[in-house]
């Protein structure tokens, strides 16, 4: 069975750092592209980063998503966080928002960007 487990939202001021993770159970993350997704009240989950299986990390602004094949474990590190940054932030494999590979998802973690 497929597990998802995301961790490491929280409270944060504009401006600041948060580091996410998500402990996966069920699959090998090596073999699979994987991507960190976010979704705010009323709107459709959405696409935040991707890692594909021939990277450990990746770069795109201000956020880093890495994956440390060995402990089965993806990350994403956020800097300079702003207030629209404020979700629900989750992990899957492959890059779709709408669907799961393995037809399951996490229950995510909030991450609150405010003064």
């Known amino acids: 069975q497929v597990h998802f487990v995301e961790s490491g939202g929280g409270l944060v001021q504009p401006g600041g750092s948060l580091l996410l993770s998500c402990t996966v159970s069920?699959?090998?993350?090596?073999?699979?592209?994987m991507s960190w997704f976010r979704q705010t009240p009323g709107n459709e989950r959405e696409l935040v980063q991707i890692?594909?299986?021939d990277l450990l990390s990746f770069e795109k602004g201000r956020f880093t998503a890495s994956r440390d094949n060995n402990k089965n474990t993806l990350y994403l590190q956020m800097n300079m966080l702003k207030p629209e940054d404020t979700a629900v932030y989750f992990c899957?494999?492959?890059?779709?928002?709408?669907?799961?590979?393995?037809?399951?998802w996490g229950q995510g973690t909030q991450v609150t960007v405010s003064s």
């Open positions: 890692v594909s299986r």
């Open positions: 069920g699959f090998n993350i090596a073999s699979y592209d």
């Open positions: 899957n494999a492959g890059s779709d928002p709408r669907t799961s590979v393995f037809g399951s």
